[in-house]
T-cell receptor
Framework: DVKVTQSSRYLVKRTGEKVFLECVQD?????MFWYRQDPGLGLRLIYF???????EKGDIPEGYSVSREKKERFSLILESASTNQTSMYLC?????????????FGPGTRLTVL | QQQVKQSPQSLIVQKGGISIINCAYE??????FPWYQQFPGKGPALLIA?????SEKKEGRFTISFNKSAKQFSLHIMDSQPGDSATYFC?????????????FGKGTMLLVSP
């Protein structure tokens, strides 16, 4: 089974802090994604990566950056956390990135910014 | 700009009843339409998916109906069970420049009462 793990289930940070969210997948998938999930807004794509050291902006990249130094690991970085970044963050991976490729999700990190 | 519109936002169905969730899209470049199911505390997981050249796909109690001319698709859950209580997301895939991304609807919270 594909497993996508996220470093923390719950995280509490203060405004202005630099925040790292880590995601690791164990199935040699090419593509990795970061979403945020907010009630009534569904899942919105922040950034994705289709290869090591490659990244593409999603629909809501403002205030975020990403890093992918190794194939299995994709990090989401909040350079200076703000209260409007309080959310559930979901990482996902897919094998090749074709239209029919299933995305496998991690359990999520609930981030609270005070 | 919301490219995939999903309704209703929430739904309560009696055990044994039929649950119906509707989605509509605008972008004719979408080329694959998956549904994801999310239980509390878990990440979404692929439930069922359909290609746009097929009008219906059935897997067990779950059926997708697809109307390409109307740009609408829906999920039907027959004989709904309490274990089906979850949040359901419709989605649509765009394949561009060698990789695909998912656009999600806002989600439907389904509660199946015993």
């Amino acid at each position: 089974d594909v497993k996508v793990t996220q470093s923390s289930r719950y995280l509490v940070k203060r405004t202005g802090e630099k925040v790292f969210l880590e995601c690791v997948q164990d199935m040699d998938h090419e593509n990795m994604f970061w979403y945020r999930q907010d009630p009534g807004l569904g899942l919105r794509l922040i950034y994705f990566s289709y290869d090591v050291k490659m990244k593409e902006k999603g629909d809501i990249p403002e205030g975020y950056s990403v890093s992918r130094e190794k194939k299995e690991r994709f990090s989401l970085i909040l350079e200076s956390a703000s209260t409007n970044q309080t959310s559930m963050y979901l990482c996902a991976s897919s094998l090749f990135g074709g239209s029919k490729d299933e995305q496998f999700f991690g359990p999520g990190t609930r981030l609270t910014v005070l | 700009q919301q490219q995939v519109k999903q309704s209703p936002q929430s739904l309560i169905v009696q055990k044994g009843g039929i649950s119906i969730i509707n989605c509509a899209y605008e972008n004719t470049a979408f080329d694959y339409f998956p549904w994801y199911q999310q239980f509390p505390g878990k990440g979404p997981a692929l439930l069922i998916a359909i290609r746009p050249d097929v009008s219906e796909k059935k897997e067990g109690r779950f059926t997708i109906s697809f109307n390409k001319s109307a740009k609408q698709f829906s999920l039907h859950i027959m004989d709904s069970q309490p274990g089906d209580s979850a949040t359901y997301f419709c989605a649509a895939t765009t394949f561009n420049s060698g990789y695909s991304t998912l656009t999600f609807g806002k989600g439907t919270m389904l509660l199946v009462s015993p």
